[in-house]
């Protein structure tokens, strides 16, 4: 599965349901390349500042065909990193329980 979201050029996803983080969205924006998502499935985090976002789907296949050849940047990856290691960090979440414990 890490060989198929590293290799991909687009890893779409999908969902219907906006219930908590998914970790599927976590794997792709630390493993892979573009990540196209549609607005449920970011939704209550702040991970859909670094993905591609839409909802009707008419847009949606416009937005693949238009990011399918497009190299992701170096500035797309470290804000990507930037963010992950700020909210999502192994550190932060063992702060966050400390504090919930507390």
Do not use: D
């Not at 969902?15 to 449920?40: D, S």
């Amino acid at each position: 599965m890490n060989r198929l979201i590293t290799n991909a050029q687009i890893n779409l996803l999908y969902t219907e349901q906006a219930t908590g983080l998914k970790l599927k969205l976590l794997n792709v924006l630390y493993n892979g390349r573009h990540c196209i998502v549609n607005p449920k499935m970011a939704e209550g985090t702040s991970l859909g500042k670094i993905c591609l976002m839409e909802q009707n789907t008419t847009e949606l296949r416009k937005l693949i065909r238009s990011t399918f050849t497009v190299e992701i940047t170096k500035e797309e990856i470290e804000s990507r990193e930037y963010l992950l290691l700020k909210e999502y960090s192994n550190e932060v979440s063992y702060q966050t329980m400390i504090r919930h414990i507390n």
